[in-house]
């Protein structure tokens, strides 16, 4: 049990985190194949990451123990990921507190000793969770999180700080002045003058702790309702066609499913001609949506991060809807 004493200058630095920490998604993934503990909401995306789990990544579970969860993994969950460093200040703590568990394999072992073999196994691992267990469900994750964030914000708008500390969980209580969490690991009774951020989580089954150096998180599930993979874009989303017409939501749904597309390409997929496609891109390209590479006489054509949301938010709202509880 963690007893925090919130003042009145903690509570006025409280915030809402609105998009996902992916790194912790992605640990929370391991956490659920390693433990086999994910509940029933999570029971179909579970079976579904464990069927295309390569069996030779089991070294992975060996990060894992019922008190502690890896919390380096940040760069290995980007969209554009990077090797995860077993030298970073995260990656050493946590191997410092699976040494004094009496936990250390050879494989942390050797990530402890800065192995590069190790390191190298690690970052093939990773490659292998993140895609099956985090890529095919990212702005499904991403909305639950957003979701979430914004019905605790209007608890407290409604309630103020008492309404959304409450509104947290059913695990935490709020006095007016301690806030108590109901956690298997004993920390600080203060934030030390750290903001306190509340994170939504899409993987989260309970409420985790994490202290860090300039800010105290508290993380907590986003939502009970099942986690289903992303919507696929075979076609232009009916919305999309409504903002953009008909050909331009065409080329944007073309640039996504199509990395570093042509514009003859394009002109192709439209079934115009290359001037024309030239000009849809170029409207798009204005519009924050694409952008333009040129190679020698050949032009590429790129997905926006705008782009990438609005096409994909658009074939999320083409589908079924179903409510987060």
């Known amino acids: 049990m963690i007893e925090l004493r919130l003042t009145t200058d903690d509570l006025e630095r409280t915030r809402v985190a609105d998009e996902p920490d992916f790194g912790y998604e992605l640990a929370l993934s391991g956490s659920h194949l390693a433990m086999r503990s994910a509940t029933r909401h999570l029971a179909a995306w579970r079976l579904g990451v464990a069927r295309a789990w390569n ?73 292998g969770l993140r895609a099956t267990a985090l890529d095919p469900y990212r702005r499904r994750i991403a909305s639950r999180v957003s979701a979430a964030a914004a019905r605790t914000l209007t608890h407290a708008a409604l309630g103020g700080p008492p309404g959304l500390l409450r509104a947290i969980h059913p695990s935490v209580d709020w006095d007016g002045r301690h806030l108590r969490l109901n956690t298997r690991v004993d920390s600080l009774d203060s934030l030390e ?8 989580s899409a993987l989260a089954t309970g409420i985790s702790f994490n202290p860090l ?22 076609a232009p989303p009916r919305a999309l066609e409504s903002l953009l017409g008909a050909t331009r939501a065409a080329a944007l749904v073309a640039a996504v499913r199509t990395p570093a597309l042509t514009t003859n390409r394009l002109a192709a997929t439209l079934g115009v001609s ?51 509880h």
């Open 55 to 127: 069996p030779r990544h089991n070294r992975l579970f060996d990060l894992y123990t019922d008190l502690y969860l890896p919390a380096f993994f940040d760069e290995a969950a980007r969209p554009d990921p990077a090797p995860v460093d077993p030298g970073s200040p995260p990656a050493v703590a946590h191997l410092v507190d699976l040494a004094r568990s009496g936990a250390l394999t050879p494989f942390t072992r050797g990530l402890a000793e800065g192995d590069p073999r190790a390191g190298a196994a690690l970052d093939r691992i990773l490659a």
């Open 193 to 200: 003058g750290r903001p306190l951020i509340l994170q939504p």
């Open 213 to 234: 150096e300039d800010e105290v998180i508290i993380s907590f599930p986003a939502t009970a309702a099942p986690l289903t993979p992303d919507p696929e874009l075979h």
């Open 274 to 324: 290359p001037a024309a496609a030239s000009r849809h891109a170029s409207v798009l390209r204005d519009a924050g949506l694409l952008a333009t590479v040129r190679n020698g006489r050949t032009v590429h054509h790129h997905p926006t991060r705008l782009g990438l949301d609005l096409a994909h938010q658009s074939a999320t709202t083409d589908q079924p809807h179903h409510t987060d």
